[in-house]
């Protein structure tokens, strides 16, 4: 893996526990040499991952839309920033320049982002790892609700499954590092649409 989009928040509630975690994911990114990819924001949890990763002396590809640049949250220090149109053209680019998928706590926008390319993987649109790094366990709810899907067959087990959740950053570099990807059989394979 040469790069990684990690998804996270814009805001940062100062959690030691999560700074914590923040700066260990850095460290392995740095230390595995693999960019970071992300929004390209100055703020939040965005903002000190960045940071970061910058100090550890790794490389930092934003990708923020023109009207975040214009209300001035775009960090200044990257080692590259592109510029989209729209917040569509931001995750589509986000996606094509990444190897894989990292969920940190976040609000709407983070979930967003990360059902969107859990979607891509489950429809086989690409084949590239996701990892939830569950800080404090923040999303244990969430993976609870997925679990009520699959209880109530409105998703598959092996479609969870495809979601690393973990709560140390190392583990979870090296296990994305070991995914293959099988998308085929994930979902069109039931369905008889190959």
Same mark, same amino acid.
């Given at each position: *893996?040469?790069s990684?989009?990690?998804y996270?928040?814009s805001?940062f509630?100062g959690d !030691?526990? /999560?700074? =914590?975690a923040?700066e260990e /994911?850095?460290?392995?990114l740095v230390? &595995?040499n693999?960019? %970071?990819?992300?929004? +390209? +924001?100055?703020? $939040?949890?965005?903002?000190?991952?960045?940071?970061?990763?910058l100090e550890?002396? +790794?490389e930092?590809?934003?990708? #923020?839309?023109q009207f975040?640049?214009?209300?001035e949250v775009?960090?200044k $220090?990257?080692? &590259?920033?592109?510029? =989209?149109?729209? @917040?569509?053209?931001?995750?589509?680019? *986000?996606?094509? %320049?990444?190897?894989?998928?990292? #969920?940190l706590? $976040?609000?709407?926008?983070t979930l967003? &982002?990360?059902?969107?390319?859990?979607?891509w993987?489950?429809? $086989?649109?690409?084949?590239? !790892?996701?990892?939830?790094l569950?800080?404090?366990?923040?999303?244990?709810?969430l993976? @609870?609700q997925?679990?009520? @899907?699959v209880?109530n067959?409105f998703?598959k087990?092996?479609?969870?499954? %495809?979601?690393?959740? &973990? =709560?140390?950053?190392?583990?979870?570099?090296?296990? @994305?590092?070991?995914? #293959?990807?099988?998308?085929d059989?994930?979902w069109?394979?039931?369905?008889? %649409?190959t």
């Amino acid at each position: *893996m040469k790069s990684i989009c990690v998804y996270c928040g814009s805001n940062f509630n100062g959690d !030691p526990i /999560l700074r =914590t975690a923040i700066e260990e /994911l850095a460290t392995v990114l740095v230390a &595995e040499n693999i960019k %970071l990819v992300y929004g +390209g +924001g100055s703020v $939040g949890v965005m903002g000190v991952i960045a940071d970061d990763v910058l100090e550890k002396k +790794g490389e930092v590809i934003g990708v #923020i839309p023109q009207f975040l640049m214009d209300k001035e949250v775009g960090h200044k $220090g990257l080692t &590259e920033m592109i510029i =989209t149109e729209n @917040m569509h053209q931001r995750k589509q680019k *986000m996606a094509d %320049l990444s190897d894989g998928f990292i #969920i940190l706590p $976040g609000g709407f926008g983070t979930l967003e &982002e990360f059902f969107e390319v859990l979607t891509w993987l489950q429809l $086989g649109l690409h084949t590239k !790892p996701i990892g939830v790094l569950n800080v404090n366990r923040f999303y244990d709810p969430l993976f @609870m609700q997925l679990d009520v @899907m699959v209880k109530n067959r409105f998703l598959k087990q092996i479609n969870k499954d %495809l979601v690393f959740n &973990e =709560t140390n950053a190392t583990v979870l570099v090296h296990k @994305m590092q070991n995914f #293959i990807a099988e998308p085929d059989e994930v979902w069109f394979k039931d369905r008889n %649409l190959t």
